[in-house]
């Protein structure tokens, strides 16, 4: 038995291998991460000192949107002042077209004025020329009637008397008033008593409507 154990071979056991350390691969990426948050800052912090750079200076302790200290607010952009331009081009239009037609409408009503005022002048010649008219004929009338009184005057009573007798009383009375009295009183003489009764009240009646002195 020994010697069987003798040709057997003795295991040598060997040191369990250790496992290799990967905190260098950790640190590598950590670092890897750090440089390039480092350059990333680096490239922010550029473009905005680029941008500081380009645009103009603002005022201590104010930025465009927030409003001056003045109360006033920072100027309105193109696309704010365009509509309000548009609006106010619009309503001058607007104006305008107003103006226009209050124009136009004074112009007519100057017209219409100095039409009025031509017919005016018309119609005041027209009515001086009837009055002159109306006056010469009145006179013509009047001329008319004195010349037939004379000759109802200048006939024979009894004639005159037919004639009268046939005229209508007011007709009549009118000529009869205007003869001289003996002539009247002949022809007068001459008539119906009704028909010279009648005449006489509107002889009577003229005469009493008459100033007196």
Same mark, same amino acid.
């Given at each position: ?20 350390? $990967?905190? /260098?691969?950790?640190? *590598?990426? !950590?670092?890897?991460l750090l440089v390039?948050? =480092? +350059? @990333?800052?680096?490239? %922010? ?48 239009? $607007?104006? /305008?077209?107003?103006? *226009?037609? !209050?124009?136009?409408?004074m112009q007519a009503? =100057? +017209? @219409?004025?100095?039409? %009025?005022?031509r017919r005016l ?50 007709? *009549? ?10 002539? @009247? ?29």
């Amino acid at each position: 038995m020994k010697k069987a154990e003798a040709n057997t071979p003795v295991q040598v056991q060997r040191p369990a291998r250790k496992p290799k350390k $990967r905190g /260098k691969g950790v640190l *590598a990426v !950590i670092g890897g991460l750090l440089v390039a948050s =480092a +350059v @990333a800052r680096v490239g %922010i912090h550029a473009s905005s000192a680029v941008a500081l750079e380009t645009s103009p200076p603002a005022e201590a302790g104010q930025t465009s949107d927030q409003p001056q200290e003045d109360g006033s607010t920072a100027p309105p952009k193109d696309g704010e002042i365009s509509p309000l331009l548009k609006a106010l081009k619009d309503r001058e239009d $607007r104006i /305008k077209e107003r103006e *226009a037609a !209050i124009a136009s409408r004074m112009q007519a009503l =100057a +017209v @219409a004025e100095q039409e %009025i005022e031509r017919r005016l002048v018309a119609m005041e010649e027209a009515e001086k020329k009837l009055r002159a008219t109306l006056t010469i004929a009145k006179t013509a009338a009047q001329e008319d009637v004195d010349r037939l009184t004379e000759v109802y005057a200048s006939m024979k009573p009894k004639q005159a008397a037919a004639l009268f007798e046939e005229m209508d009383p007011e007709f *009549a009375a009118g000529f009869l008033g205007q003869m001289r009295p003996d002539a @009247a009183a002949a022809i007068m003489a001459g008539l119906n008593p009704q028909t010279a009764y009648t005449i006489s009240v509107m002889l009577a009646g003229r005469n009493a409507g008459a100033p007196r002195e």
